[in-house]
C-alpha cells in the first residue's frame, strides 16, 4: 500500500511539472462548440476524467467479481 503511494505521488508530481510548463492556449473544439483555454486546465481536466474513469471501470470490475 505504501509503494502505491509513492507511485502515485511521483506520477502527480511528473504531472504537475509538465502542465507548469506548458501555458500557452488552445481551442478545444467539439461539434459547433470551441473553448480557448491554457493548455494546463486542458491537461488537468483531462487527468481528472482518466482518474474518475478508472475509479469507474474499477468499481464496476469489482463489483462483478463479487457477484460471480
Given at each position: 500500500?505504501?509503494?502505491?503511494?509513492i507511485?502515485?505521488?511521483?506520477?502527480?508530481?511528473?504531472?504537475?511539472?509538465?502542465?507548469v510548463?506548458?501555458?500557452?492556449?488552445?481551442?478545444?473544439?467539439?461539434?459547433?462548440?470551441?473553448?480557448?483555454?491554457?493548455?494546463?486546465?486542458?491537461?488537468?481536466?483531462?487527468?481528472?476524467?482518466?482518474?474518475?474513469?478508472?475509479?469507474?471501470?474499477?468499481?464496476?470490475?469489482?463489483?462483478?467479481?463479487?457477484?460471480?
Open positions: 500500500m505504501r509503494l502505491k503511494i507511485i502515485i505521488l511521483i506520477i502527480a508530481l511528473l504531472f504537475l511539472i509538465i502542465i510548463q506548458n501555458v500557452q492556449p488552445v481551442i478545444f473544439s467539439l461539434f459547433h462548440w470551441e473553448v480557448t483555454l491554457p493548455l494546463i486546465v486542458m491537461l488537468f481536466a483531462t487527468f481528472v476524467l482518466g482518474i474518475i474513469t478508472g475509479m469507474v471501470v474499477g468499481s464496476i470490475s469489482r463489483h462483478k467479481n463479487k457477484k460471480v
